[in-house]
């Protein structure tokens, strides 16, 4: 898609990112990245500084890792988009009305991705969407 590896995915928002500053027309993946990063002020001047694409940003420190952030926020998107895991969407529906606003239900939302991904790797498997989905039914519950 931008990129196979941490470097190359974080240059790719960047340019995107230095693409919409400047006007430029922005297509597919880029129109969501830019959307997203819209969204999150607090990482504007981090994608406007090239030293952050070798930057680590540890858990263990208590940092959020802002490309990590921005890029569930696409997948969420996408996922939605295609309403794959096959009931998503509405759940994402259930889970906006219940919070009121759609970027929170977002982040509730990826606190079920991050999970899923997290056991996958851990695991060596494929993420489980039935564990998934049931994760995001207890949100919108």
């Known amino acids: 898609m931008y990129g196979q590896n941490r470097d190359q995915i974080r240059q790719f928002f960047q340019q995107t990112w230095q693409k919409r500053l400047a006007g430029?027309?922005?297509e597919g993946i880029e129109l969501l990245i830019a959307q997203v990063i819209e969204q999150h002020s607090e990482?504007?001047?981090l994608v406007s500084d090239p030293d952050a694409v070798e930057k680590d940003f540890s858990v263990?420190?208590?940092?959020?890792n802002p490309?990590?952030?921005m890029g569930m926020h696409i997948t969420l998107a996408e996922q939605l988009q295609s309403d794959r895991p096959a009931g998503i969407r509405l759940?994402?529906?259930?889970?906006?009305?219940?919070?009121?606003d759609p970027h929170q239900a977002e982040h509730q939302m990826m606190e079920c991705l991050g999970l899923i991904l997290w056991e996958a790797q851990r695991s060596g498997t494929m993420p489980d969407e039935p564990a998934y989905l049931a994760c995001m039914q207890k949100l919108a519950d």
Do not use: E, V
């Open 60 to 64: 263990d420190d208590g940092k959020t």
């Open 67 to 69: 490309f990590l952030h």
């Open 24 to 26: 430029t027309s922005l």
């Open 91 to 100: 759940l994402h529906q259930k889970i906006t009305l219940k919070s009121g």
């Open 43 to 45: 990482y504007h001047i």
